[in-house]
């Protein structure tokens, strides 16, 4: 489906965005393995986090869901069933992963297996660790999916994560719920910590100590309610709409606040957009509160600081409409950030050649890029290749070019957004 974009109005109004898929996806494995009956308020409807609830349900776990909830039925850690086939995880690498590690420790085989876009990802960080623990997991060539994983009994492992990804970590956690003895993983840069507070809150006995975390193997989980907040990640999107259209004024409610993932707020202010932040509260270990943005015009002149090793990890899935950004303000510059390159898309590649099919000018690094501030863009048709992220950053796009943006395969959006264009149009006022 081709979506339509152009310049010409203010942004004003609320978007409440779809729960946090991140949250989302470890909520609902974790109540798989709790005994009893979870009920999980404002789960993600994206595509991805349904992927996780039909591979779920593909294990025997089951799953009611409703209009404000869904309610899952665990067994216990060791309650799951052999899949009558193979699970489907679609185009969600964070279901893949997360349960791989889940899967590992299974008495039964496993098939996992992703979309075309999925089956390019590589499993290798996975594979790896998850042999050292002593899982057996076959793989297409190059380590990649279907994965066929052989659980059986586990034992721990002390574990530094040769890259900063909070999917492996999650992963080998997961694992380690069904080792014999402690795992524990080392992390050198900072990621995203929901699986490490679900898991304190599910019940699971869990340490942080200076850059290494531990868990230790079989908890007895129990069964919680819990409410999912709404997602950052989402929520940029309209930050950066905000900020670039001149006398917008847009509140998102209840967004999850993370300080891990919070850090996209803090470098917006610093890059000059004016956001404020209101009710703040904390559920289940999760911090949320309410983003207010209003257009700004300092912002323009003003460089974007520069996106390096630490930020990247913190900012991964902002990164493409944080270039939007910066080629309307002064200029940004984004190094060691290979890891965008095996996301959904090569998505340095894509930044770069729907940016540069807008007219801008910048420059592509195996590693990131460098965009030239202060362009005016111009309507284009813009190549998403089903990469949800990157058709919403430049749906932003188009409404600050000249002309009309063409948005191909525009629906792929729903994959972490489902709404996405109704929510912004429902901003949009005529002049
Ligand atoms: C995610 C971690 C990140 C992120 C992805 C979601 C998660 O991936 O890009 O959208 O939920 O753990 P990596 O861990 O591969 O960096």
Sequence with gaps: MIRTVQAGSFLRGVVQCPGDKSISHRYAMLAALARGESEI???????DCRSTLRCLGGLGVKIRVGEEAIHISG???????????PLDAGNSGTTLRLLSGILAGQPFQSVLAGDESLSRRPMGRIIQPLSLMGARIESEEGGLPPLRIHGGSLRGIRYALPVASAQVKSCILFAGLYAKGTTSV???????????????QFGATIRRQENWIEVEPEPDLRALRLDVPADLSGAAFFMVAAALVPGSDVLLPGVGLNPTRRILIDYLSGAGVNVSLENESNRAGEARGDLRIRYNPDLLGKRLPPIR???????????????ILG???????????????????????AICSNLRAMGAELEEHPDGLAVVGGQRLRGADIETLGDHRIAMAFT???????????????????????????ALAGLRRPD
């Design 327 to 349: 080629s309307q303000a002064g200029g940004l510059e984004i190094s060691d950030a290979r890891e965008l390159r095996i996301k959904e898309s090569d998505r340095i590649a």
């Design 309 to 323: 090793a630490e930020l990247v990890a913190a900012l991964i899935d902002e990164i493409p409409v944080l270039s």
């Design 396 to 422: 932003v796009a188009g409404l600050v070019a000249d002309g009309q943006t063409r948005v191909h395969r525009a629906e792929c959006a729903d994959v972490s957004f489902p709404g996405f264009y109704e």
């Design 75 to 85: 067994g216990g850690i060791h309650g799951l069933q052999a899949p009558a086939g």
């Design 186 to 200: 080392e992390e050198k840069v900072v990621t995203r910590d929901h699986t490490e507070i679900a898991l304190t």
């Design 41 to 47: 308020r404002n789960f993600a409807g994206s595509q």
